[in-house]
């Protein structure tokens, strides 16, 4: 594909205050970078960079990629739960067994059974 001269841009709007936060600022410039990059591609003056970068983003390996990903933050998530509800249910164990010791008699109990005269 042949580079056409480059013609003139439309100027892009300015906005008038950035993002409060830097993850806010980051998809600002996102959002423009898309922006500029559809108008190049309009316009067919994008590099061929730009046009195979957009090629790949559609394709069919890169959805599946995406979708893996996807999954595996799922599983990660699961297992951190899991981890955390284990951890939750091996306190209450813990407390179980406690509570079922103080049932237990203690050795002076059970002596003092045997120590009774009336018993025999």
Not at 4 to 22: C, L, N, Q
Not at 47 to 55: A, G, I, N
Not at 83 to 103: P, Q
């Amino acid at each position: 594909m042949g580079r056409r001269k480059k013609e003139e841009m439309e100027p892009i709007e300015v906005r008038s205050a950035p993002g409060a936060t830097a993850e806010a600022r980051e998809n600002e410039l996102i959002a423009l970078a898309y922006d500029l990059a559809e108008q190049r591609l309009l316009n067919g003056t994008a590099t061929s960079q730009e046009v195979v970068h957009f090629l790949k983003m559609g394709s069919m390996r890169q959805r599946e990629e995406l979708e893996k990903l996807k999954k595996e933050n799922e599983l990660l998530v699961a297992k951190t739960e899991a981890i955390h509800s284990s951890t939750a249910n091996e306190s209450a164990y813990l407390e179980v067994i406690a509570a079922l010791r103080s049932y237990q008699p203690t050795q002076d109990d059970s002596e003092d059974e045997y120590d009774d005269p009336y018993l025999y």
